[in-house]
T-cell receptor, first 113, second 114 residues
């Protein structure tokens, strides 16, 4: 399976703390993306990092990518209760002309007010 | 601009029946992908359509099929339903492109098979 794995599976923190989630994948990639899902809802795209990039920022989000280790991390700074959700990494392969992502297993984040 | 719309949002079927789910992509998006989400298997890619052609397919049995219409709207069909088909089915659309960029997801259709 090309599905990635994330750890931890679940994370519980206090509001204002930082949350770090890690993702490992198996194959070569074109890019890696992070998505957020509120319970039972659709996924919302957070950030995309290309294989030739090492770090990217977007607001309170910071993503790193280490292609040699086939791993990525998502850091959410100064967390808020509204950040409570599941977070998934997803990898896009090098195949041209196809739009399919391989999703990780997800991290369930709970931010306690 | 309206987002991705999936209908129906919830449905209940019995084993052996078939079901059709619909997805209207964001205006201008020509690629539509379908994903199945279950607690046990997570998010799995079903197939992707672009300009009415299936461009890529995941590892699912032939009971799962789909199509795309000239207006980019897509449907997926599951025949001879099994209990294990109970899942959240998510549709995503994107602009045409060579390599996978950002996908825009609908809210999903939650299928329960009894």
């Amino acid at each position: 399976s090309q599905q990635g794995e994330e750890d931890p599976q679940a994370l519980s923190i206090q509001e204002g703390e930082n949350a770090t989630m890690n993702c490992s994948y198996k194959t070569s990639i074109n890019n890696l993306q992070w998505y957020r899902q509120n319970s039972g809802r659709g996924l919302v795209h957070l950030i995309l990092i290309r294989s030739n990039e090492r770090e990217k920022h977007s607001g309170r989000l910071r993503v790193t990518l280490d292609t040699s280790k086939k791993s990525s991390s998502l850091l959410i700074t100064a967390s808020r209760a509204a950040d409570t959700a599941s977070y998934f990494c997803a990898t896009a392969g090098d195949q041209t002309g196809a739009n399919n992502l391989f999703f990780g297993t997800g991290t369930r984040l709970t931010v306690i007010p | 601009k309206a987002g991705v719309t999936q209908t129906p949002r919830y449905l209940i079927k019995t084993r052996g029946q078939q079901v059709t789910l619909s997805c209207s992509p964001i205006s201008g998006h020509r690629s539509v992908s379908w994903y199945q989400q279950t607690p046990g298997q997570g998010l799995q890619f079903l197939f992707e359509y672009f300009s009415e052609t299936q461009r890529n397919k995941g590892n699912f049995p032939g009971r799962f099929s789909g199509r795309q219409f000239s207006n980019s709207r897509s449907e997926m069909n599951v025949s001879t339903l099994e209990l294990g088909d109970s899942a959240l089915y998510l549709c995503a659309s994107s602009l045409a492109g060579g390599k996978t960029g950002e996908l825009f997801f609908g809210e999903g259709s939650r299928l329960t098979v009894l």
